[in-house]
């Protein structure tokens, strides 16, 4: 098999995690003969300090032409006060709606290895393991009118028909695979007109699948439930903004952001990056967690190349890895030695 992977490790630690990822995908290519071929491109600051845009045509354009991207992450200090449009993450909302990737998913799945490393009791999050289907070119990251002057702010919460069904329908095939898995939609249907519609609509489509049981939830009430009972959880439908800080309380369930993997999807592309950002704390210092940019390399073959037992091949040696003491400081329980981002990757590719 041929795999052209376009590569845009951007900023912080991105370039640090994608190069441990770039080695895992290489050692799986070697297993398996796989003929890959990694393109890499600059994007977010890495790409303003070139060439004056966080976004060139170039790398976009390469990013439309390739089997999958892997991203790192983008932002950092240096570039929080630009205008608004001119910011990293706003290339990164221009680049997920350029390549159509309305669905972001992201899976909290416990290592077991790692039980101890959460900040919550062992016996409320082992076994945990939902998917977070989180709409990714809608709501109110896009919706127009948007701004602010010297005495208001003002953002636009809107979802189109289509946007809510398409990702709806995607959460309800998906629980279809998974054994009729629960679907749990979240919304703020008891104050937002837009909530009410997109809860109007996921039930709507949840006609065509009548042997799924399907719960609504307020998201002020599921930002709770996730952290008193995340196994009451199988898959997760909601919106762009409730799915982002959704999944980054997921996140604490697996022991660290460091941890979540995600699959950025559309009809035509695919992108894959971990949920956490550009971590300009530790960014430089070999001391990120490169687990969920591996495990996002994971959800490429399970995903774009319909290879789940290379994915599970992935899982695996992370899992090993894991089993085997090793641990970046974000995953340390007190008292536990640490590793680099370079340690953790070397002993992942050791055991693929
Ligand atoms: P962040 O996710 O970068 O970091 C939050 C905390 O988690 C930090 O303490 C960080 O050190 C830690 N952390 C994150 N990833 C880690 C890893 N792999 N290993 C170990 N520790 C890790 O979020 P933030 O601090 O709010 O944002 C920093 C910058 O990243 C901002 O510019 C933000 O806009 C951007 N951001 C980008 C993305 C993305 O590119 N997809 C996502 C989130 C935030
Ligand atoms: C994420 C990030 C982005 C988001 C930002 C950086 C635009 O937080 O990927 O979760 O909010 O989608
Ligand atoms: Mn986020």
Redesign the pocket.
Known sequence: MMYKIVSIP?D??GPE?VAGALEVLNAIAKKHDFEVTVEEHLFGGASYDVHGSMLTDETLEACKNCDAVLLG????YKW?NLPHEQK??AA?LRIRKELGLFANLRPAKVYDALVASSTLKTEVVQGTDFMVFRELTGGIYFGQPRGYDETRGWNTMVYERYEVERIARLAFEYARKRGNAKVTSIDKANVLEVSQFWRNIVHEVHQDFPEIELVDMYVDNAAMQVVRNPKQFEVIVTSNLFGDILSDISGMITG???MLPSASIGSEHALY??I???????AGQNK??PI?TIASVAMMFENSFDRPEVAGEIYAAIEDALAAGFR?G?IAAPGEATCSTTEMTAAIVARI
């Open positions: 951007g912080g630690i995690v992450a983008v932002g950092g929080e990293p993450e990164l660290s952001l460091g990056e971990p956490h950002g550009s971590a300009p704390d530790i990120a967690n969920a970046t974000d």
